[in-house]
């Protein structure tokens, strides 16, 4: 939309460049930390680190930045083991600098942050209005990266197990049809995740786009363009001698030149590129020397 692109022309310098490395930087202190302290750090982090609304409202605003160094892992912290960590580690790093790539730092920063903050009020709102203690940490997030590149992308390859390729869409269709049954079994807090996360891939999506595109006065000019449009045979060829008339569909050895003394665009085979007469004004023609 034309109000997103000025406020891209107008804030894009206050973007934070190679924004998933300071990210991954974050995740890898949390990886360390549950790998050296399990249990110890799980306890603080729940009580001094996570997103929680109740602790936001009491003015603790530091956990919207530190609720990031839970690391993207499978199951609990337990069962997280340093292979996998370092290669969603890895992953995750390559998807986001990917998507800032195309994107730019400021979309890219724009998608990030708008999931920070639906985290946010997913916090509060099971606060305030369920009143029930939400602990938020970053695996909606990371979902709604991994939803982005595959919109972006969806024949790039991943490799499942490290042995079977599988495109990107056809993960991000497993993906989604995981979180509807989560969403359909889990409870409110998993509901309210999950859609925060979906609405974000999706506004951002809209936000971004230009519909004028879409407006009739636009797709009768695309549609009049088509009508006019010549269209060029498959079959033609791309060389053809003035004098003789042969292409290079006539022999595999044939070479064709242009004459610098010809007045105009004239192509010659190798018999008559010498012995031609050159075209000079008017149309008339003058013998080779």
């Known amino acids: 939309?034309?109000?997103?692109?000025?406020?891209?022309?107008?804030?894009?310098?206050?973007?934070?460049?190679?924004?998933?490395?300071?990210?991954?930087?974050?995740?890898?202190?949390?990886?360390?930390?549950?790998?050296?302290?399990?249990?110890?750090?799980?306890?603080?982090?729940?009580?001094?680190?996570?997103l929680r609304g109740d602790a936001l409202l009491r003015g603790q605003i530091w956990r919207i930045v530190t609720f990031l160094i839970y690391p993207p892992a499978f199951g609990n912290f337990e069962f997280a083991t340093v292979f996998f960590g370092v290669i969603a580690l890895f992953m995750y790093y390559s998807l986001g600098r990917t998507l800032e790539y195309v994107w730019g730092a400021f979309r890219f920063n724009v998608f990030f942050f708008m999931g920070v903050i639906g985290q946010v009020i997913a916090s509060l709102v099971g606060?305030?209005?369920?009143?029930?203690?939400?602990?938020?940490?970053?695996?909606?997030?990371?979902?709604?990266?991994?939803?982005?590149?595959?919109?972006?992308?969806?024949?790039?390859?991943?490799?499942?197990?490290?042995?079977?390729?599988?495109?990107?869409?056809?993960?991000?269709?497993?993906?989604?049809?995981l979180y509807a049954y989560s969403f359909i079994?889990?409870?409110?807090?998993?509901?309210?995740?999950?859609?925060?996360?979906?609405?974000?891939?999706?506004?951002?999506?809209?936000?971004?786009r230009r519909f004028s595109r879409f407006s009739p006065r636009e797709v009768r000019r695309r549609q009049e363009f088509r009508r006019e449009v010549k269209i060029v045979p498959q079959q033609r060829t791309r060389h053809k001698c003035a004098v003789c008339g042969r292409t290079e569909e006539d022999g595999a050895e044939l070479e064709f030149r242009y004459c610098s003394k010809c007045e105009g665009n004239y192509e010659y085979c190798q018999d008559h590129l010498y012995t031609h007469q050159h075209v000079v004004s008017g149309g008339s023609r003058e013998k080779e020397n």
């Open 1 to 50: 939309m034309d109000f997103f692109q000025k406020l891209e022309r107008k804030f894009s310098k206050y973007a934070i460049r190679n924004l998933m490395y300071y990210i991954v930087i974050l995740y890898g202190i949390g990886l360390v930390l549950c790998v050296f302290n399990s249990s110890g750090y799980i306890s603080m982090y729940y009580q001094y680190l996570a």
């Open 127 to 177: 606060y305030l209005v369920f009143h029930q203690i939400w602990i938020m940490a970053t695996g909606y997030i990371n979902l709604s990266i991994f939803l982005a590149f595959c919109m972006c992308f969806p024949d790039t390859r991943f490799m499942m197990f490290l042995i079977i390729p599988v495109k990107a869409k056809w993960l991000a269709i497993a993906d989604v049809c």
């Open 185 to 208: 079994m889990g409870g409110a807090a998993i509901r309210c995740q999950i859609v925060i996360s979906l609405a974000n891939v999706i506004l951002f999506f809209v936000l971004t």
